[in-house]
């Protein structure tokens, strides 16, 4: 499987970007799609996940102001960020997971999100 993120950039806190993932490859098999993201010195935490029963589940920095969802093909996830923080600034990787565990099988190469304060 191929995750491909796009969307990234540079933001005013307060703003707005939506992040986009495309996959390919053996697609059939995905149960969840998510984001992940890193900030510099910190550990890499699921900022929100997506379901093939269409379930969500949010990390609590960022509920009420990120969104995610997905296409019916599941080979499309977005993230929609609104009233961004400066606290937002990471890399934020897209991630798909075929198996039951607890981690992603799958990320892409990640996408940098700014926001100047």
């Known amino acids: 499987v191929q995750l491909v993120e796009s969307g990234g950039g540079l933001v005013q806190a307060g703003g707005s970007l939506r992040l986009s993932c495309v996959a390919s490859g053996s697609i059939f098999s995905i149960n969840t799609m998510g984001w992940y993201r890193q900030a510099p010195g910190k550990r890499r935490e699921l900022v929100a996940s997506?379901?093939?029963?269409?379930?969500?589940n949010y990390a609590d920095s960022v509920k009420g102001r990120f969104t995610i969802s997905g296409d019916n093909a599941k080979n499309r996830v977005y993230l929609q960020m609104n009233s961004l923080k400066p606290e937002d600034t990471a890399v934020y990787y897209c991630t798909s997971k075929h198996t039951r565990g607890p981690t992603p099988d799958y990320w892409g190469q990640g996408t940098q999100v700014t926001v100047s304060s």
């Open positions: 997506l379901t093939s029963g269409g379930s969500t």
